[in-house]
């Protein structure tokens, strides 16, 4: 009853056994309650600190209850235009956010264009995004075309994803299939699909993007390097076809995990054909490790065990040899591997 005043559930016991038994000395009052002396002691200065007892005057040693009606009311009321003041406060607050709100919008367009918001810097592309999620309502898509990340990002992103989860919003990703191997992602991937999310994966992934609401996209300015900074498009036909792009590769791609040891009828993993593919094209192996999402080193290590099964000395010898064995993909997949990466 006397918490909303500001007094602690001991203090409320300790008024309550006064009111039952006044005009009596600290050591009783300790011996009623069954407390330690020094627990009981906080809790009468609480009360004597807010007015609610008061030592007598003929006898010092004893406690006095002081007449509910001339302290507690009083005590309320205080505690009535505290809330009151606050309430001022919050709405003071509320008016400066809305201005700098409004500030903030007139600055975007005044640097943007129409149709979409330019982003300069990793700063305020992380600050838009944590935005733009915050305002998702039904639905958010998006492709993750990096490679893993540490421990510490994933778990700085989890309080955003479980309150857009929460929210009971409809969550699908598509990750690069490299990312299965990776336990930290893999323990993340868990965790999000326990909690309702979608994930899927895809050898190769055009760039990455986020897709809120369908509605708004986020997309890097630079495909190849994000830190330039990125696009907030709400173009209705440029979304859309983003939108359709998205569910198109969602259709090609695999549940996290199920892909991974999937062998066409040559042998080759979906991974090892789009290796094929780029080595085709002439692609060195920085080029084909950043569009699968793994290092150099383990590219180098791929390529090796393709051109040992293909009895190739050299990549040109592989390459011919991989005609001869049809190991090269139709021109659809060569396609969507070039686009995945134009460099």
């Known amino acids: 009853m006397l918490k909303p005043l500001g007094l602690s559930a001991d203090a409320e016991e300790t008024y309550r056994c006064l009111a039952r038994h006044p005009r009596i000395e600290l050591p009783e009052l300790t011996e009623l309650l069954g407390w330690p002396e020094q627990r009981a002691g906080t809790c009468v200065r609480e009360l004597l600190d807010v007015g609610l007892i008061r030592y007598s005057l003929e006898q010092p040693e004893q406690l006095h209850v002081v007449n509910p009606e001339a302290s507690l009311v ?4 205080r505690q009535e235009l505290e809330l009151l003041d606050r309430q001022k406060e919050v709405t003071a607050s509320r008016a400066a956010i809305e201005q700098f709100v409004a500030e903030y919008d007139s600055r975007v367009a005044a640097t943007g264009y129409a149709g979409a918001e330019r982003l300069i810097g990793v700063d305020n592309v992380r600050a838009r995004l944590e935005s733009l999620i915050g305002e998702v309502e039904t639905e958010l898509m998006g492709f993750s075309d990096g490679g893993p990340q540490s421990e510490q990002s994933l778990a700085a992103a989890r309080p955003l994803d479980e309150a857009v989860l929460g929210r009971g919003v409809r ?3 598509v990750y690069l299939e490299s990312l299965v191997n990776d336990g930290p992602t893999a323990r ?6 326990q909690h309702g999310a979608e994930i899927r994966t895809a050898v190769t992934l055009p760039l990455r993007m986020i897709i809120a ?6 997309v890097p300015m630079n495909v190849e390097d994000s830190s330039q900074g990125a696009l907030l498009i709400r173009d209705a036909g440029v979304v859309a076809a983003l939108c359709a792009l998205f569910e198109v590769t969602w259709q090609q791609s695999s549940a996290f995990g199920d892909s991974r ?6 042998g080759l993993t979906r991974q090892e054909q789009v290796v094929v593919a780029l080595l085709a094209e002439g692609h060195t192996d920085d080029v084909v490790a950043r569009r699968l999402g793994v290092s150099v080193r383990t590219c180098r290590r791929m390529t090796a065990d393709l051109m040992v099964r293909l009895d190739a000395r050299s990549r040109f010898q592989a390459g011919v040899q991989a005609v001869r064995a049809g190991w090269l993909m139709g021109d659809d997949t060569l396609l969507e591997a070039r686009e995945a990466d134009p460099a």
């Open 74 to 77: 009083p005590l309320l009321t």
């Open 171 to 173: 969550v699908r990703a």
């Open 188 to 193: 993340y991937v868990e965790w999000m699909n």
């Open 213 to 218: 609401d369908r509605k708004a996209v986020l």
């Open 261 to 266: 040891e999937v062998r066409d009828a040559l």
